[in-house]
């Protein structure tokens, strides 16, 4: 187990999202699926309770809390993408099993999860600063999924 781990509560649910971001992102594993030895307020002996495992390469951790806290965009796991078409991939994984979209790059898994499927070449052209950033900004506002075409041309002006 990592040193520094993302905890994120789950109702019932954290082995299968973990799961999920396994089947997704590559740098991603489930690792161990430690189940409640006793019973607790949520659970039962025997249920899952807490699941190790990896997203893109970071340490995580799934705990089965119960229903008492919900995740919000406070959180968010932010995706670097290479191309339009790896960006329409992650989108449309999350998106397309029980997420929802949101602006800018932003949307939410199925247990609501915010992720940031973000392509570099946006990032590219905020730290470039000045008109050019403005330009790629301004765009991305109007946008849900990111289009990299209207990113690339917004940064040419």
């Excluded at 649910?13 to 992102?25: K, N, V």
């Excluded at 392509?119 to 470039?128: D, G, I």
Aim: aromatic share 10%.
């Amino acid at each position: 187990m990592a040193k520094n781990t993302i905890c994120l509560w789950f109702d019932k649910d954290a082995e299968a999202a973990a799961r999920f971001y396994a089947e997704i992102f590559p740098d991603s594993a489930v690792g161990a699926v430690i189940r409640a030895p006793g019973d607790f307020p949520d659970g039962k002996q025997g249920d899952v309770l807490v699941v190790e495992f990896t997203v893109a390469g970071v340490a995580c951790m799934g705990l089965n809390g119960g229903p008492a806290f919900k995740h919000d965009e406070a959180f968010s796991f932010q995706i670097s993408t290479e191309n339009q078409e790896e960006t329409d991939r992650y989108w449309n994984a999350i998106v397309g099993n029980g997420g929802q979209e949101s602006e800018c790059g932003w949307c939410k898994d199925r247990w609501g999860i915010s992720w940031q499927i973000t392509p570099r070449v946006l990032m590219e052209a905020m730290r470039a600063g000045g008109a050019e950033a403005k330009r790629a900004f301004d765009a991305m506002m109007t946008m849900k999924k990111i289009d990299v075409a209207a990113i690339e041309a917004a940064r040419r002006g």
